[in-house]
């Protein structure tokens, strides 16, 4: 994810230029930190406390610079019309996220308000056009038969979720005046992968491989989750 933002900030913005970043459903900060430690200045908008917690502790081990630059706001995603003046950030980072919203369209309309013209909307989401290959790789042969036909489905952690077709997301983000720029698939091979799996040894191989496949056809396409970047017109 990290690598796939870099090449579509570089493509976007000059060099060195501090971008106002927006970062709703920041969770732990894994993103939004990484952007202050390359100088950019980033709000981060998360609804749950426990996470807020950890994103500060992360936050306060970092030197004062940096610390200086993140902003955390405790709130609703989809409330951001209520914080923040609307074209008033250059990158709005919605990763993780829209898998937990039954009604994602108002929550992406407001985010592209968000944003100023020639910003960058990047979206994570889970990816509707091949639920089947979780299980299926895993072997669980009822549960991929069952996912051919739906975009609902139960993640790791127990919770209802919903997956995105990336066709829908292409006409939702032509609607709300950030059209479709890129698009990448994120965890082509390692989906299956256990939690807590031990971190290989080869892990910059591995890297190199996903990033190769993220932006590859016909790989991309049936990764776990796509990675979408609309521009503000
Ligand atoms: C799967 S985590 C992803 C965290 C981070 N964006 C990342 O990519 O590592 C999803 C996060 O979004 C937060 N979240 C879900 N719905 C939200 C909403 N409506 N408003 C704000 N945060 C939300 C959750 O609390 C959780 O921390």
Redesign the pocket.
């Known amino acids: 994810m990290g690598r796939q933002l870099d090449e579509q900030i570089a493509g976007r913005f000059p060099v060195g230029q501090r971008l106002r970043v927006l970062?709703?459903?920041?969770?732990?900060g894994?993103?939004a930190l990484r952007l202050a430690r390359a100088g950019h200045q980033v709000t981060g908008?998360?609804?749950?406390p426990k996470?807020i917690a950890r994103a500060r502790e992360e936050l306060a081990g970092e030197p004062e610079g940096i610390r200086e630059r993140v902003r955390i706001v405790q709130?609703?995603?989809?409330d951001t019309g209520v914080h923040f003046l609307p074209g008033s950030f250059d990158v709005v980072l919605c990763?993780?996220?829209l898998m937990?919203?039954e009604e994602p369209d108002p929550l992406l309309a407001g985010l592209a308000r968000m944003l100023a013209p020639g910003g960058l909307l990047s979206l994570?989401v889970r990816n509707g056009d091949a639920p089947a290959m979780r299980p299926g790789l895993s072997g669980d042969w009822a549960g991929a038969l069952a996912a051919f036909d739906t975009t609902a489905y139960r993640n790791r952690l127990g919770l209802d979720a919903r997956a995105d077709r990336l066709a829908d997301l292409t006409a939702t983000l032509a609607g709300i005046a950030a059209p479709l720029h890129a698009w990448y698939g994120v965890r082509v091979f390692t989906d299956t992968a256990a939690d807590g799996a031990e971190i290989p040894a080869d892990v910059e191989t591995l890297l190199a491989v996903e990033e190769r496949a993220g932006k590859t056809d016909p790989y991309r396409g049936v990764a776990a989750l796509l990675h979408l970047c609309g521009v503000r017109g």
Do not use: P, S
């Open positions: 970062d709703v459903g920041m969770g732990q894994t993103q908008v998360e609804q749950d996470m709130g609703d995603g989809r990763h993780g996220v937990y919203i994570l």
